[in-house]
């Protein structure tokens, strides 16, 4: 009946990969509906690992995208770069949903189980609302390293894989990704503080 | 801080962390012109310094794609992948340092979710590091790098005993050998308290020089104790599975720990296999192998290689045997006798075996499958807690494997099953609607049997995630039960759970217990199974075989039809009289076919045994009972909207309300968006189009009433309610072909064809073809009587005797009516009698069917709102009180265009159309013509009932009270040209035209 998605977005990522920047435009939907679909899959009744399900939940939706004919590396750099976008918004908003959903609770954890509430204490975890909202100031003073951020930690590219995505060398990115963190370590520290 | 600022701190800032901390100091006095740059770089490295050294380090998403030639991780440089299984990726990779290769096992991300598990982690992997044995592949090293975690081995080079061997045999000699190698691992790892846990073919390595090599020596453990931190209860038999199936031991398969005869115990399949190229068991489903390794002896070796020596063959049957007490209680023990069969001169002997010469033989396709089925198996071992269900997913239950011999299992277990799973809104399964669209799109016929083969097609092609497959056997005089959850995509298995009852009676709470077990692996929070917990014996029946029969009338229904259905539920009753849901089930059939006072009988004694049911059913019935018994709408509706917000994958709830409530409200844009709902949530469901349709019809909508049509057929979906559907479209069309058509249709198929045959009386009637109405009633209440619908036959009755009573033949109403309340107390068709009455003149009669009526439906709101204002109000303007009837009518208000229900065309607008005959009877012209009017705007509410005609009638009549000739007129002439072939002596139509030829 209708096409899978999966079959539609392997096109354009081909497409996209031989220049058509329409084909990005079209893709940015599709993959934000796939990643969305999978990413309700894993949020709404997983465990404590929210790490382990994201990770799933992007493997998942790349691989039901791809699988059919997996297309070349180059395209597939730039679906992680749009992935990790997405991904980025749907576990931000999903943290924020969470806040809304216990308004006057605790402040939103990325390892929050929904159906335990908070986490243990002795566990830190990262608060991602206040992550995205830090990386949101970094973009601002640097677009660069904001993208570089996204593709490392919501993509979840490695430095190798991220160099490709960017052009750029892996030691760049080692070094971007030292700076940007340790920027990022102190905004969320004053953030907390305040 | 501004961008071009960032860039400078972020280039002094980058250099800093290059450095060693002692360094940085000298670096930035010369990298930092000012002091304001050296103050915000060094809070930066602060912050770096200070915080958890995690932060970030793990990205919050990742992939596990292979790692590319060239990835260092730690010290070590991948150089190319060579294999996957349950627990990871293995690459071969370089260690520089000491320049030689080593093997990776890079563990799926996730696995070591915290700190203290892979802290543990560790710890036993070092243990195993301990473990120096030639025939032992070592541990050196275990690592993690960004997150991802990996485990260094031993590079063994050659051949897994599983991809040398094949299913040929290895000559005893070697055989004898190879075997006295893993027994000497074996004995150097438990002397180390390590057992093996997993050993199999495909963990023992052959090299070159034909020696063997053991590998993930107790992996399996610390593995599965690195998982552990998923569950802390309600785990059961699966935890301690971690080996392959086909090699597992017994007390594996039990749960019970694992000990070093266990090891043996595996040996002895691997040592059966290279002897004679089988294993020990063959069965080919996890669940009859399971049996098997449990409870049957294997075949003797030499049945199958008869050139195996009776002293191998013994030595294997006693590494098999099913208690470890009858083992070989060490390895140590098994090499000593192994030993004593091996001549000095075997190794050479064997070295000079060249495995080119060995036969080889094709695996038998079903070992083939057991293999298949032990790595899905495995997988769920090792990966039991990762790919869990969500709301999102759907599920296709397998017909259950039934190796009992005992047919009362068949079709019952999977009914049990699918009651248990369906209480929750957490599962949704694929509706047997839906499965059986299915099997018509592979072109298998809909009542196919569903095997796991069948239903994992099922279940690709409905687009659900998952199969569950279900089997029983018997053990003795025990019944064992599994469940197997299949990801239908991948084949991987999700979850598994085994339980046994002792004894047949027990069956049913086994399959509870395991249901339950089920959808907790399967990711149900507890609270969520605290709250839809009721046992399969409370919440259906405790008797198998009434389970049976409501199963088969399910099936029935299904395929066949409501009326078919009936005796099967009937005789669940009969093995059950307390089976609430099949009281429900046989009061919604009886509801379906329209015998109203059955239906209400059976929905009211499934209300009494509401306490026994299961969540679901719960709403199900007490919709039903609203809908059906007290008639209370409101109430029904509250009820199914809060049944649709529990499970909202459920589909009845909005058929409920698009088909039965809504109507009877008069809601009939509602009905189109709840029958929309129901479509979308089940779209294979016959029911759904018809509602949608009938309701396009209703608001006039005929384009998007013959799209839902067309819809329906093109999911190869038909019903006889369509055809009425049809039948009413072609009217509204006047395109007296289609009815022809749809009339054609239903001749001879008992229970359709008295519908299509009264509303042909109808239209017939509607031009004032009275003698051809007649004779159609009479042909539809003989049909429905040979259907034995009954009820419905009175109420065809009791239509005529309106119709002839509207026309002015009060006696032959009275006698049409006569037939019919004698014969039912069907709420709907008491009403049309007393309509008839109330215009035949029969006011003393009218009150006691009006007293009845009230009394037995105090709460219904189609009588409190719509049947008897209307009766009052025919009362009153007979008495000559139009005001009474207005204010009688003033209560219809809100429900005046409803009808009694969704699913026939009969009873709608009277209140709209006794109120206009108020208003003439009370002077108030123009009221009156808006009244009437109504009537003439609703054309798909009103369809051919005779009063849609009339109304042109009294629209005549209402404009020429108010002086209107013009209009008057008009009126008037639209009804005489509808009826310009009516029969000539009806005193309505002998009224009319003397009224019209005064207006000329």
Known sequence: MCPEPSAEISQLLVNWGLGDQEARDALIPLIYGELRRVARRHLGHERRDHTLQSAALVNEAYLRMVRQEPPQWQNRAHFFGVAAQMMRHILVDHARNRVAAKRGGAAPRLSLDPEIGVAPAEKQELDIVALDSALNKLTALDPEQGRLIELRFFGGLSIEDTAVVMSISPATVKREWATARAWLRRELKRDAEK | ?1000
């Open chain 2, 1 to 1000: 801080m501004t961008p071009e600022r960032w860039q400078e701190v972020k280039k002094a800032l980058a250099g800093a962390l290059e450095r060693t901390p002692a360094e940085r100091r000298a670096y930035l006095d010369q990298a930092c012109a000012d002091d304001s740059l050296r103050r915000e770089v060094e809070s930066l490295i602060a912050a770096h310094e200070q915080g958890d050294s995690s932060f970030m380090e793990r990205p919050v998403a990742g992939n596990n794609e292979a790692l590319k030639p060239g990835t260092k991780l730690g010290p070590y440089e991948i150089l190319s992948r060579l294999g996957a299984g349950g627990m990871g990726v293995v690459y071969r990779a370089r260690d520089a340092r000491l320049e030689r290769d080593v093997a990776i096992k890079v563990l799926p991300l996730g696995l070591l979710a915290d700190k203290a598990t892979r802290k543990r982690f560790r710890k036993e992997a070092l243990a195993l590091a301990k473990l120096n044995h030639p025939n032992i592949a070592a541990v050196y090293d275990v690592g993690e790098q960004e997150g991802t975690d990996y485990l260094v081995m031993e590079c063994v080079p050659g051949r897994s005993l599983a991809e040398e061997a094949g299913s040929s045999s290895l000559p005893e000699k070697e055989a004898v050998e190879l075997g006295l190698q893993i027994a000497t691992a074996l004995e150097e790892a438990h002397e180390h308290g390590i057992v093996h846990r997993d050993l199999k073919p495909g963990n023992i390595m052959v090299t070159p020089k034909r020696q063997v090599k053991v590998l993930d020596f107790g992996l399996a453990k610390i593995l599965r104790a690195a998982d552990d931190s998923y569950s802390t209860e309600s785990f059961s038999q699966a935890r301690d599975m971690a080996g392959t199936l086909p090699y597992m031991a017994p007390e594996q398969l039990r749960g019970e720990p694992a000990d070093a005869r266990t090891d043996v115990h595996a040996l002895g399949a691997v040592l059966f296999e290279i002897v004679t190229g089988q294993r020990p068991y063959r069965e080919e489903s996890v669940f009859q192998l399971t049996e098997a390794i449990l409870h049957r002896q294997p075949v003797t070796p030499r049945a199958i290689n008869a050139r195996a020596s009776p002293e191998l063959e013994r030595i294997i049957l006693k590494c098999l045997e099913k208690e470890r007490e009858n083992r070989y209680q060490s390895a140590k023990e098994i090499g000593v006798d192994l030993r004593r069969l091996s001549a000095p001169s075997v190794v050479t002997v064997a070295t000079a075996v060249h495995p080119a010469s060995r036969r080889r033989v094709v695996l038998p396709l079903a070992s083939a499958l057991v293999v298949a089925l032990a790595v899905a198996a495995g997988a769920y071992f090792y990966f039991h807690r990762a790919p869990k269900l969500t709301e999102k997913d759907s599920i296709v239950l397998a017909d259950f494997t039934n190796t009992t011999g005992d047919p009362v299992f068949d079709g019952t277990l999977r009914q049990g099953l699918s009651v248990q799973l369906e209480q929750t809104p957490f599962l949704q399964l694929v509706s047997d609607d839906q499965i059986g669209q299915t099997l018509r799109l592979m072109e298998k016929p809909p009542d196919t049997r569903l095997t796991p083969e069948v239903a994992r097609e099922v279940c690709q092609r409905t687009n659900a995630t998952t199969e569950i497959e279900g089997s029983i056997a018997t053990l003795g005089n025990q019944y064992v039960l599994g469940l197997n959850a299949v990801n239908c995509i991948s084949g991987e298995t999700l979850a598994g759970e085994q339980v046994t009852a002792n004894g047949k009676e027990k069956v049913l709470a086994a399959l509870t217990t395991g249901a339950a077990e089920l959808r907790s692996k399967l990711g149900e929070s507890h609270a969520s199974l605290e709250k839809f917990d009721v046992p399969l014996s409370q919440a259906t029946t405790s008797s198998l075989e009434a389970l049976k029969a409501l199963s088969s009338g399910y099936q029935v229904a299904g395929t066949s039809g409501s009326a078919a259905a009936i005796p099967f539920f009937k005789h669940a009753i009969q093995l059950d009289p307390n089976f609430a849901m099949a009281y429900a089930l046989l009061g919604r059939m009886y509801g379906d076919i329209k015998e109203t006072s059955m239906s209400a009988d059976y929905t009211r004694r499934a209300y009494e045994l509401r306490d026994r049911t299961s969540e679901r059913e719960n709403y199900f019935i007490a919709a039903s009972f609203n809908m059906v018994v007290t008639g209370n709408m409101e109430k029904a509706a509250q009820t199914c909207e809060l049944w649709a917000e529990a499970y909202p994958r459920s589909a009845d709830p909005h058929m409920f309300l698009g088909g039965i409530i809504y109507p009877v409200l008069g809601q009939y844009e509602k009905a189109v968006d709840e029958g929309r709902e129901a479509m979308r949530l089940n779209p294979d469901a016959a029911l759904a189009y018809y509602v949608l349709m009938y309701h396009y019809t209703a608001v006039n909508r005929l384009d998007e009433a013959m799209a839902t049509y067309q819809q329906a057929l093109e999911h190869e979906l038909n019903h006889p309610t369509f055809h009425t559907g049809l039948y009413m479209i072609a009217f509204l069309q006047n395109d007296a072909a289609g009815m022809a058509q749809q009339v054609a249709w239903g001749a001879g198929k008992p229970g359709v064809e008295d519908v299509l045959l009264a509303l042909d009386a109808d239209t017939a009637a509607y031009s004032g073809r009275l003698s051809a109405a007649r004779e159609f009633s009479r042909q539809a209440v003989d049909s429905a009587d040979r259907a034995d619908k009954t009820e419905t036959a009175a109420t065809y009755s009791a239509l005529s005797g309106l119709r002839e009573a509207l026309f002015g033949n009060a006696d032959e109403a009275r006698q049409r009516v006569a037939l019919a309340v004698g014969r039912t107390t069907s709420r709907d068709a008491e009403y049309t009698a007393a309509l008839a009455l109330a215009y035949a003149g029969d006011d003393r009669k009218v009150q006691v069917l009006i007293d009845d009526l009230d009394k037995r439906f105090p709460e219904s709101t189609i009588v409190q709102f719509n049947y008897l204002p209307t009766l009052r109000a025919k009362l009153a303007v007979s008495r000559g009180n139009a005001s009474e009837a207005i204010e009688s009518l003033r209560a219809t208000a809100p429900y005046e265009l409803g009808k009694a229900s969704g699913t026939i065309y009969w009873g709608a607008l009277y209140p709209i159309y006794v109120r206009g005959e108020a208003y003439l009877a009370a002077h108030q012209a123009s009221e009156a013509a808006a009244e009437l009017q109504k009537i003439l705007d609703h054309r798909g509410i009103v369809g051919n009932e005779p009063i849609g005609a009339l109304a042109h009638l009294g629209l005549g009549r209402a404009y020429a009270l108010e002086g209107d000739t013009a209009k008057a007129r008009t009126a008037y002439k639209d009804f005489l040209t509808l009826w310009q072939d009516a029969d000539t002596d009806i005193p309505v139509f002998q009224q009319a035209k003397a009224e019209y030829a005064k207006l000329q």
